[in-house]
């Protein structure tokens, strides 16, 4: 199972921007598809972006498509996620997982490893 440590997150207003990232444990940080989730007080974890295996392909939740953008540098063993236009509703920690699933979907049993999860407060 692969090790993950997210960090980035932090208080922004309205509007910012913050970069999250996820770094990776191991030599097969390449056989992993991964994804960010996120969990708001009192609601269930919720899928938010994934990307496959080369980085070749990615999809995103209805939400916030068009204003995050996944990436990873398998290099680095490290997956990113650039969150731009901000808004309140996005305040939640975020999770980054992996799965070995080769189609590995937005549900939370397709991922295996999780990391701790890093804090993201968005402020009007």
């Known amino acids: 199972q692969v090790q993950l440590v997210e960090s980035g997150g932090g208080l922004v207003q309205a509007g910012g921007s913050l970069r999250l990232s996820c770094a990776a444990s191991?030599?097969?940080?390449?056989?992993?598809?991964m994804a960010w989730f996120r969990q708001a007080p009192g609601k269930e974890r919720e899928f938010v972006a994934r990307?496959?295996?080369?980085?070749?392909?990615?999809n995103y939740a209805g939400s916030v498509k068009g204003r995050f953008t996944i990436s990873r540098d398998n290099a680095k063993n490290t997956v990113y996620l650039q969150m731009n236009s901000l808004k309140p509703e996005d305040t939640a920690v975020y999770f980054c997982?992996?799965?070995?699933?080769?189609?590995?979907?937005?549900?939370?049993?397709?991922?295996?490893?999780w990391g701790q999860g890093t804090q993201v407060t968005v402020s009007s």
């Open positions: 191991g030599r097969f940080f390449s056989t992993y598809a």
């Open positions: 997982a992996a799965s070995p699933l080769f189609l590995a979907t937005m549900r939370v049993s397709d991922y295996e490893s």
């Open positions: 990307i496959s295996r080369s980085g070749s392909n990615t």
